[in-house]
């Protein structure tokens, strides 16, 4: 797979789209309620085979064209159609499978603070890794400049983990993944982020 490279001298944003990724359409999306307000990011941790890195395998999952028979892993997960808006590589990589102005199948069966159904309002950002290892500088550098862009164009109230939105069914990113990390790089308030002690600064 190499799609081409982003535009140049375009708008930060085209129609959801980021400049700054490679674009690689998924067809597992839809629309958002009209009434939904995009002010969600939800982080999540993904590798195929679990722990392997440097592969397609992921872009081939989100665009259902995974080989189904291609390692004794994915037939746990056959035939499942999922997608997240952005995909960071181990080397900050930045891909792109869906609109952010549309509904990327990435949370599932999700809450959180009180409203159900996260896929409708939320941003889904994958880091290549598995959960409770670490992750690389390259990935928060990326994750850092996604989310200043995402901010500066929806109205983002929170940042929380799949764990958080699901929690008991999903455990990533996991205990690896340094929230203080991203709260001091995008200078939100600690409230903006999940209930795990980071430093309470104003926004």
């Not at 998924?26 to 309620?33: E, K, M, Q, V």
């Not at 880091?127 to 690389?136: P, S, T």
């Amino acid at each position: 797979m190499n799609p081409p490279e982003p535009a140049k001298n375009k708008a930060l944003w085209l129609d959801g789209w980021y400049q700054f990724a490679r674009r690689l359409s998924s067809p597992n999306f839809g629309p958002r309620p009209i009434e939904a307000e995009v002010d969600l990011i939800v982080l999540h941790s993904i590798s195929l085979p679990p722990g392997q890195y440097g592969g397609d395998e992921v872009q081939r999952l989100f665009t259902n064209r995974l080989d189904w028979n291609a390692h004794p892993y994915f037939k746990s997960i056959r035939c499942l159609e999922v997608s997240a808006h952005f995909y960071i590589r181990r080397d900050g990589d930045l891909w792109q499978f869906v609109s952010a102005n549309d509904r990327a199948w990435h949370a599932g069966v999700s809450s959180y603070r009180g409203r159900a159904n996260c896929n409708d309002h939320s941003i889904g950002i994958e880091l290549e890794g598995i959960e409770d290892d670490r992750f690389e500088d390259g990935q928060y550098e990326t994750l850092t400049g996604l989310c200043a862009a995402i901010l500066q164009r929806y109205p983002i109230a929170d940042v929380a983990g799949h764990e958080h939105i699901a929690p008991g069914r999903k455990t990533d990113p996991g205990s690896g993944f340094d929230w203080a990390r991203l709260q001091q790089s995008v200078a939100l308030a600690a409230q903006c982020f999940p209930d795990i002690g980071l430093v309470n600064d104003a926004c």
